[in-house]
């Protein structure tokens, strides 16, 4: 996780990284892929993989706007209690 915060300097494959900066183009507030972020696409995605990886994107971001957009929660969740998850590993 600690990785995500600054995945351009970080180790991650170039493949992740590329996939992040799909991420954060669409869930920003200029949703638009120019000519080198496609490009750099295609060196490491299908078109088959590019639609399901932006379909995943967009289906996620826009479900997190609804919830938050109508204060919807969790059902075990209470304000105040901790995250019902826990780290794979300590």
Known sequence: ???LADYEASDLPERTKVAL???DRLTGEHPRVDAELHAALL???SEDELIDLGMTLTFASGWQRFIEAFGIVP???QD?????FRPLVD
């Open 1 to 3: 996780m600690a990785k």
């Open 21 to 23: 900066r799909l991420a």
């Open 43 to 45: 060196r490491h995605f």
């Open 75 to 77: 059902d075990r969740w």
């Open 80 to 84: 105040g209690a901790p995250a019902p």
